[in-house]
């Protein structure tokens, strides 16, 4: 069974630009969330989507959305980036729509910001 | 919200030693605490978790404790190994607000062989 595939691996994007992010959940999850990971602050949840909607999302600026296909696959994007929003940005996907099942992660996109 | 907190930061132990990571979190609501491993270039991977009904899971070397009342739970490593050297998380979440989970700001763990 294939893992959860981040594409890209790595980003450098300018500062004021925007980008988008994707995330393919292992086949048959149908709830993926979205995580920043940076040195100081951890692992800081972004949003959740099951089923194409938003189930859940966290204190972060308007800038930062997302959305889930009808097979699964999600994308978050980032508009007008800030030096800040250099990250690790890691996407999970649980199995169905159960609650706090084990969260399988991917390997993240590293993105910088210049 | 949830604030989950977890000490040390960092940790070093000398291989065949054991090592205790601690978390604390806020919201008593919360009902699902899970560990992750994190190894360089790579996800976080899940390595056990307990539930509020539990007070204590062990799965060979590993073994989690939960304290309800004092809202704190902990991560037991016995006979640690160079392999173990990873980064640790631990997160707790509700059961009835999705997969959001709250983590905390981790601890890097060194096994000296």
């Known amino acids: 069974k294939a893992g959860v595939t981040q594409t890209p691996r790595y980003l450098i994007k300018t500062r004021g630009q925007q980008v988008t992010l994707s995330c393919s959940p292992i086949?048959?999850?149908?709830?993926v969330s979205w995580y920043q990971q940076t040195p100081g602050q951890g692992l800081q949840f972004l949003f959740e989507?099951?089923?194409?909607?938003?189930?859940n999302k966290g204190n972060f600026p308007g800038r930062f959305s997302g959305r889930q296909f009808s097979n699964s696959r999600s994308e978050m994007n980032v508009s007008t980036l800030e030096l800040g929003d250099s990250a690790l940005y890691l996407c999970?996907?649980?199995?169905?729509?159960?609650?706090?099942?084990?969260?399988?992660f991917g390997q993240g996109t590293r993105l910088t910001v210049v | 919200g949830e604030n989950v907190e977890q000490h040390p930061s960092t940790l070093s132990v000398q291989e065949g030693d054991s090592a205790v990571i601690k978390c604390t979190y806020s919201?008593?609501?919360?009902?699902?605490f899970p560990w992750y491993k994190q190894e360089l270039g790579k996800g976080p991977q899940l390595i056990i978790d307990?539930?509020?009904?539990?007070g204590e899971k062990k799965d060979q070397r590993i073994a989690v404790t939960l304290n309800k009342t004092a809202k704190h739970f902990s991560l037991h490593i016995t006979e640690t190994q160079p392999e173990d050297s990873a980064v640790y998380f631990c997160?707790?979440?509700?059961?009835?607000?999705?997969?959001?989970?709250?983590f905390g700001t981790g601890t890097s763990l060194t096994v000296i062989p």
């Open positions: 999970a996907s649980y199995d169905g729509g159960s609650m706090n099942t084990e969260a399988f």
């Open positions: 086949s048959g999850h149908r709830s």
């Open positions: 989507y099951f089923s194409e909607t938003q189930r």
């Open positions: 919201d008593s609501a919360s009902n699902y």
């Open positions: 307990i539930r509020s009904n539990v």
């Open positions: 997160a707790a979440a509700r059961s009835n607000t999705g997969n959001q989970f709250y």
